[in-house]
């Protein structure tokens, strides 16, 4: 008999990424530092890393509580506006593979 897999069954990755910023035309942020590294725990709302437009500074927060799995982008590097930068979920979970 076919049992579908419950909820626990599938890890649930939150990829963050660069949001567009408030009335700002930015197409691109630099990454100015990572505020957690890969394997600290994060709680909703705890700052992640903090990037740079031209005009403005600021921390990206985490939507989710969880650990910071993979860092997809280093210090110093430009990301378009829609990008991941980095991977949440629990301990243990699959890293997605593009």
Avoid: Y
């Amino acid at each position: 008999m076919f049992s579908p897999p419950s909820w626990r069954d599938t890890d649930i990755i939150t990829t963050l990424k660069v949001p567009k910023t408030g009335g700002l035309p930015t197409t691109k942020v630099n990454v100015v530092r990572w505020l957690r590294q890969e394997g600290q725990s994060v709680k909703r709302g705890d700052a992640v890393v903090e990037l740079e437009t031209e005009k403005v500074n600021f921390e990206l927060d985490s939507p989710v509580e969880g650990v910071v799995l993979e860092i997809l982008t280093r210090e110093g590097a430009e990301v378009p506006v829609g990008d991941p930068v980095c991977h949440i979920g629990q301990p243990g979970d699959a890293i997605p593979q593009n």
